[in-house]
């Protein structure tokens, strides 16, 4: 589980730690409809993750076949929807709600390159998120963090230690 520490501040939980980052730099949006955009964006995100999870966790009792199904139909039909929703923000300035970054470009950011990692043919079909990823990885204190030491590695480990997509 994530811990984000800062001072005597213990928190626990991704979406926690999102939420309070975002609080704490003025990154949940500057009116209502854009913040609804966060949340439902990032609600989305959480629902890919815990099908992903689902289907190739370490716990998961799907076989082969049911993964593979998942990763031909599901998972492209699940993308496509999130690709219909960012292209659905009004503000047309490359963000997924309002007209600079949120709290959702950051877990939109973080789910589309894991999904871009462990199923590239997937993600290249969709260029609006293809360029996304480039949009938020081109900004420099991003791209610093992307390039340092201090990002972490990180495998996808399915049932019985497989590492998917292979």
Same mark, same amino acid.
């Given at each position: 589980?994530? %811990?984000? #520490?800062?001072? *005597?501040?213990?928190?626990?939980?991704?979406?926690?730690?999102?939420?309070?980052?975002?609080? $704490?730099?003025?990154?949940?949006?500057?009116?209502?409809? !854009?913040?609804? #955009?966060?949340?439902?964006? &990032?609600?989305?995100?959480? *629902?890919?993750?815990?099908?992903? /999870? !689902?289907?190739?966790?370490?716990?998961?009792?799907?076989?082969?076949?049911? #993964? !593979?199904?998942?990763?031909?139909?599901?998972?492209?039909?699940?993308?496509?929807?999130?690709?219909?929703?960012?292209?659905?923000?009004? *503000?047309? =300035?490359?963000?997924? /709600?309002?007209?600079?970054?949120?709290?959702? *470009?950051?877990?939109?950011?973080? =789910? &589309?390159?894991? %999904?871009?990692?462990?199923?590239? $043919?997937? &993600?290249? +079909?969709?260029?609006?998120?293809?360029?996304?990823?480039?949009?938020?990885?081109?900004?420099?204190?991003?791209?610093?963090?992307?390039?340092?030491? #201090?990002?972490? /590695?990180?495998?996808?480990?399915?049932? +019985?230690? +497989?590492?998917?997509?292979?």
């Amino acid at each position: 589980m994530p %811990v984000y #520490r800062e001072g *005597d501040l213990e928190i626990p939980e991704t979406f926690a730690i999102l939420n309070y980052l975002g609080r $704490k730099h003025n990154l949940l949006g500057t009116d209502e409809p !854009t913040r609804i #955009r966060c949340d439902v964006a &990032i609600e989305a995100f959480r *629902d890919l993750g815990q099908r992903m /999870a !689902t289907v190739f966790g370490a716990l998961t009792t799907m076989s082969e076949e049911a #993964r !593979t199904a998942f990763i031909e139909t599901d998972l492209p039909e699940q993308v496509a929807m999130l690709e219909a929703f960012y292209q659905s923000n009004p *503000d047309k =300035a490359g963000y997924w /709600a309002g007209s600079s970054l949120t709290i959702a *470009d950051i877990a939109a950011f973080h =789910a &589309i390159e894991g %999904v871009k990692n462990r199923f590239p $043919k997937i &993600i290249e +079909k969709f260029e609006h998120l293809t360029a996304f990823l480039d949009f938020i990885a081109a900004r420099p204190k991003i791209k610093a963090y992307l390039a340092s030491e #201090r990002r972490p /590695a990180a495998l996808f480990y399915g049932p +019985k230690g +497989k590492i998917y997509p292979r």
